[in-house]
């Protein structure tokens, strides 16, 4: 089993900038992906970002241009910059671990998901 560990939420003003980590634990050759997701209460989790562990970024395209995902091997840690952040960004912020074929359709594809985090509130005041 993998475990992981989001830290980093808060609350920012509109534009403001926080960034998420997501450490992982245990049998971390056991998966090949690491996702990003948020879910607000009453509505279906989505898909933020993901990455490879072998390299390949996704994006939602409602995050595209604004979000950055990386990993640092050393540390197993994957993180989730978010720049100039909107009203409708807040959320429970997830990570997630899974085996995936490849490419953006997999990769923030919700049941391809098999271990998840805690989650990390982020709260965007106007």
């Known amino acids: 089993q993998v475990q992981l560990m989001e830290t980093g939420g808060g609350s920012v003003q509109v534009g403001g900038s926080l960034r998420l980590s997501c450490t992982a634990s245990?049998?971390?050759?056991?998966?090949?992906?690491i996702g990003w997701f948020r879910q607000v209460p009453g509505q279906e989790r989505e898909g933020v970002a993901a990455i490879y562990t072998v390299g390949g970024e996704y994006y939602a395209d409602s995050v595209k241009g604004r979000f950055t995902i990386s990993q640092d091997r050393a540390v197993n840690t994957v993180y989730l910059q978010m720049n100039n952040l909107k009203p409708e960004d807040a959320a429970i912020y997830y990570c997630?671990?899974?085996?995936?074929?490849?490419?953006?359709?997999?990769?923030?594809?919700?049941?391809?998901?098999?271990?998840w985090g805690q989650g990390t509130q982020v709260t965007v005041s106007s």
């Open positions: 997630a671990a899974a085996h995936a074929p490849g490419g953006r359709r997999w990769a923030l594809t919700t049941p391809l998901y098999h271990n």
């Open positions: 245990g049998n971390t050759n056991r998966f090949n992906v």
